[in-house]
């Protein structure tokens, strides 16, 4: 890891949308991204939830 990169290896994003490792958002992790809103999941769709918080119902 570079030290221009925050990631400290623990990446996983709390309920408020925020990396609990770097503090950074999903947004400033994985950027944008060109797939369409059409069905498409989402980066943070395939997260896994952290341990010991519920996990979020799907549309």
């Known amino acids: ?3 221009d990169n925050p990631c400290v290896g623990i ?3 709390d ?3 925020y990396c609990i490792g770097c503090g950074r958002s999903a947004d400033e992790i994985f950027g944008d991204t ?3 809103a059409g069905g498409q999941e ?3 769709d ?3 939830p952290i341990a010991g918080q519920p996990a979020e119902e799907s549309d």
């Open 1 to 3: 890891m570079s030290d």
């Open 11 to 13: 990446c996983q994003i």
């Open 15 to 17: 309920e408020s949308g």
């Open 34 to 36: 060109d797939s369409s």
């Open 42 to 44: 989402s980066a943070t």
């Open 46 to 48: 395939s997260l896994k």
